[in-house]
Structure formats: C-alpha cells, structure tokens
C-alpha cells in the first residue's frame, strides 16, 4: 500500500520548515531510507521561471534548504537542478527565486539541464522514448519537490506534472505542439515521463499554494502543509482529494488508472500524520472555465472539447510586450502587430503556454459561449 505523509507548517521560517519537512520524512521510515552515505542527490523544485518567492511561483526557498540540508545530514550530496520555461538560464532563474542563495549557503551545486539524451521506457506504453535532460541520470536519487499551483491546461501542476521539468527548454513547446488539443495525450506523455524518471521521493510545497489562474499569475492561498512520498500519483491523488476534487477529474491520474497502476480509491493509500479532514480545503479556485473542475466525466469533455475549451485573450492595458508568449507558443499562433500582441485562433491548440509564460497576468482565458451559460 502506497503511503503519504501530510504534516501542517504554518509558514516559510527556516526553521518551521525544517521541523516539517523533518517529520513529513519520519512518517516515511527517516532519510536513511531513501539517501545512503556517499550518494548524489538531485533536488529538482518547480523553478518554472525567475520569479520572487513570495510571487509563489516556485518551490519555495526554505523548502529547498530544509530538503539540502537534511541530505547533507543523511550523508549525501546535494545538487539542485531544473529546467526552467523556454531559453531562461537555470541560475538567473535560480538567482530571483531566491534558490542560488540557498545552494551557496548549503554548499549544493546548481546543476542546468542543458543537454538531452534519449531514454527508452522501461514500461510499455505509447511513447518508446523520452529526450531527458542528460543530467538527470548523472544521480543515485532524485528528490522531487514540486509547487501546489494550478494550471490552466492541467488543472494542477502537481508532483507528476513537476517532471516535465526534466525535459531540456524549449524541448517542452514540441510536446504541446505533438499533443494539440488533445490534454488526455499529453497527461499520458506526462505520466510515463515520470515512470521513466522515477524519483525515489517527492515533497510538495502546499504551504502557501497558488489558486486561480496558475500557474504563474494565479493568487496565493495558505495551505499550510508539507506532504511527502515516494509514488508521485498517489500524491496527486492525496492532494487533490484535500482539494474537494474527485481524484479521477485531474487528467495524469485518470491516465495513469487507465494504465492500471493507480491506487483505485483514496482509501487504499495509507495517511501518515494529520487526519485528511481535518486538513481539507474548502472554496479552492480552479483555473476560470477549467471544465475539469466541474465534474464532466473525460468521455464527455472529450465529445465537448470544442465547446468547453476557454481560449487566451490578452489584455492590451497590462500587456509590456515582453515577447515570452511569442516564443512560448508552440504553433506560431501568436505575432506582434502594430506594437500589440495579437492571437491567430486558427491555429491555436488551446495549450495555454502563452498564459504560462506571461509574467505580467496579461493572458486571461475567455469561456465560450456554452462555458459562459453554464458558470
Ligand atoms: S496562443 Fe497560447 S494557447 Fe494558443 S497555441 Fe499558442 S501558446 Fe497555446
Ligand atoms: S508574455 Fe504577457 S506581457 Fe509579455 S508580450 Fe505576451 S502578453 Fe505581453
């Protein structure tokens, strides 16, 4: 039986998040468990870009230090390594997140995925290979540490969404283009990415989580919880039931039931620590029109995807014509005209990496006319 441990953290001081992190890793059997003397260790957060802690963007930073520390004490070596969002360099992205003070006051490497190898997957399903970052595969564990955000294509970007990481810049866009409209395909892509990465343990950051518009222009929303484990979709599976959500309606656990490796209800993970009812979250914000959060079954939106599909819009007045949306879209569907960004709907897949990208909140989904009668 899978296990997950959640313990309650009331905030980003170093040392509170030590204690938490301390006994998220408890319930689990200690660090001895997954970290030996002399093993290289890979803490790879969510640093999707280069944004202030406090915008909740990323992994926080206490977060990272309590995790490179407590592997320091097991024995091992630390590094942090991430792949941020397009052509962004993992230590600038790294330097405003707050990360690269970490790793030098730690004394952990910064490691960037720079480099891609091919990596076939060791189970069968529909993708025979993956283009990984190369460094990924130079550790004897990996520590995967996401943010508990939402996401506009996937609902929530959890601990299996967090791997996507692991795949080289702009390596990601030709996935959203691969996939189209087709968000089932790509949850698939994502969860034999993570089968063929297989971290040995995952620590989300549900401390301060980000709700709304995820995820980079949601809003913050204190949670006030660690949750650790090793398998990452009954992680997902935990979180998303502490949500209000049923599990099934987040696309990467759906895929990975289907798949048959999923635990087929939440009572069969065992919880370590707090009761999960006493630690449920009432009123979280959804993505606007995320269709998934409204308890259509996958056979059904699938029928509906034209019509239950939201669509970006940019919003000229805060718009400061960055140019990240124009390299974040995978189909070319965004151009710049007259010193305006404008989207070609034609060819857009509805990916919402442009929304992704956008640092300035100035992508908002727009419901379709049947979203609109039924919000
Ligand atoms: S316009 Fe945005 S949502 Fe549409 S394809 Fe481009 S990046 Fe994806
Ligand atoms: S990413 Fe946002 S701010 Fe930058 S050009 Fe696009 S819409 Fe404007």
Same mark, same amino acid.
């Given at each position: 039986?899978?296990?997950?441990?959640?313990?309650?953290?009331?905030?980003?001081?170093?040392?509170? %998040?030590?204690?938490?992190?301390?006994?998220?890793?408890?319930?689990?059997?200690?660090?001895?468990?997954?970290? #030996?003397?002399?093993?290289?260790?890979? %803490?790879?957060?969510?640093?999707?870009?280069?944004?202030? !802690?406090?915008?909740?963007?990323?992994?926080?930073?206490?977060?990272?230090?309590?995790? %490179?520390?407590?592997?320091?004490?097991?024995?091992?070596? !630390?590094?942090?390594?991430?792949?941020?969002?397009?052509?962004?360099?993992?230590?600038?992205?790294?330097?405003?997140?707050?990360?690269?003070?970490?790793?030098?006051?730690?004394?952990?490497?910064?490691? +960037?995925?720079?480099?891609?190898?091919?990596?076939?997957?060791?189970?069968?399903?529909?993708?025979?290979?993956?283009?990984?970052?190369?460094?990924?595969?130079?550790?004897?564990?990996?520590?995967?540490? !996401?943010?508990?955000?939402?996401?506009?294509?996937?609902?929530?970007?959890?601990?299996?969404?967090?791997?996507?990481?692991?795949?080289?810049?702009?390596?990601?866009?030709?996935?959203?283009?691969?996939?189209?409209?087709?968000?089932?395909?790509?949850? #698939?892509? &994502?969860?034999?990415?993570?089968?063929?990465? +297989?971290?040995?343990?995952?620590?989300?950051?549900?401390?301060?989580?980000? +709700?709304?518009?995820? /995820?980079?222009?949601?809003?913050?929303?204190?949670?006030?919880?660690?949750?650790?484990?090793?398998?990452?979709?009954?992680?997902?599976?935990?979180?998303?039931?502490?949500?209000?959500?049923?599990?099934?309606?987040?696309?990467?656990?759906?895929?990975?039931?289907?798949?048959?490796?999923?635990?087929?209800?939440?009572?069969?993970?065992?919880?370590?620590?707090?009761?999960?009812?006493?630690?449920?979250?009432?009123?979280?914000?959804?993505?606007?029109?995320?269709?998934?959060?409204?308890?259509?079954?996958?056979? &059904?939106?699938? #029928?509906?995807? #034209?019509?239950?599909?939201?669509? /970006?819009?940019?919003?000229?007045?805060?718009?400061?014509?960055?140019?990240?949306?124009?390299?974040?879209? /995978?189909?070319?569907?965004?151009?710049?005209?007259?010193?305006?960004?404008?989207?070609?709907?034609?060819?857009?897949?509805?990916?919402?990496?442009?929304?992704?990208?956008? /640092?300035?909140?100035?992508?908002?989904?727009?419901?379709?006319?049947?979203?609109?009668?039924?919000?």
């Amino acid at each position: 039986m899978e296990a997950v441990s959640v313990v309650r953290c009331q905030g980003y001081h170093p040392a509170t %998040v030590e204690k938490g992190v301390l006994e998220a890793i408890r319930f689990l059997g200690g660090w001895d468990k997954f970290v #030996r003397r002399g093993d290289k260790v890979l %803490v790879k957060p969510n640093l999707l870009t280069g944004a202030p !802690p406090e915008k909740g963007v990323t992994t926080h930073p206490s977060l990272v230090r309590a995790v %490179v520390l407590q592997i320091k004490e097991a024995g091992g070596i !630390p590094m942090i390594g991430d792949s941020p969002m397009l052509s962004s360099s993992l230590i600038r992205a790294a330097e405003k997140a707050g990360i690269k003070e970490v790793a030098d006051h730690c004394g952990a490497r910064l490691v +960037e995925f720079d480099e891609s190898i091919e990596v076939d997957n060791p189970y069968e399903g529909t993708f025979r290979r993956f283009e990984i970052a190369k460094q990924v595969f130079d550790f004897d564990v990996i520590v995967n540490l !996401p943010k508990l955000k939402t996401h506009s294509q996937m609902l929530l970007t959890l601990a299996v969404k967090n791997l996507f990481g692991c795949v080289v810049g702009r390596k990601k866009v030709q996935w959203h283009f691969k996939a189209g409209t087709d968000r089932l395909y790509f949850a #698939r892509m &994502l969860v034999e990415l993570y089968r063929t990465i +297989e971290p040995q343990l995952t620590i989300v950051d549900g401390i301060v989580a980000m +709700e709304g518009n995820g /995820p980079q222009s949601g809003s913050l929303r204190k949670l006030g919880l660690i949750l650790a484990g090793r398998e990452c979709v009954a992680l997902d599976m935990v979180i998303t039931h502490l949500l209000g959500l049923e599990s099934l309606l987040l696309p990467t656990t759906f895929v990975a039931r289907e798949m048959g490796f999923a635990p087929i209800d939440i009572g069969k993970i065992k919880i370590l620590g707090e009761e999960l009812n006493k630690v449920a979250v009432d009123d979280f914000q959804f993505p606007s029109y995320s269709t998934m959060a409204w308890n259509i079954p996958h056979w &059904l939106q699938r #029928r509906l995807k #034209r019509y239950l599909t939201p669509l /970006p819009s940019v919003e000229l007045s805060k718009c400061t014509l960055c140019r990240r949306c124009l390299e974040a879209c /995978p189909t070319g569907a965004v151009s710049e005209s007259n010193s305006k960004v404008v989207i070609n709907y034609d060819k857009c897949i509805t990916c919402f990496c442009c929304q992704e990208a956008c /640092p300035d909140g100035s992508i908002q989904l727009r419901g379709r006319w049947l979203m609109r009668l039924m919000s």
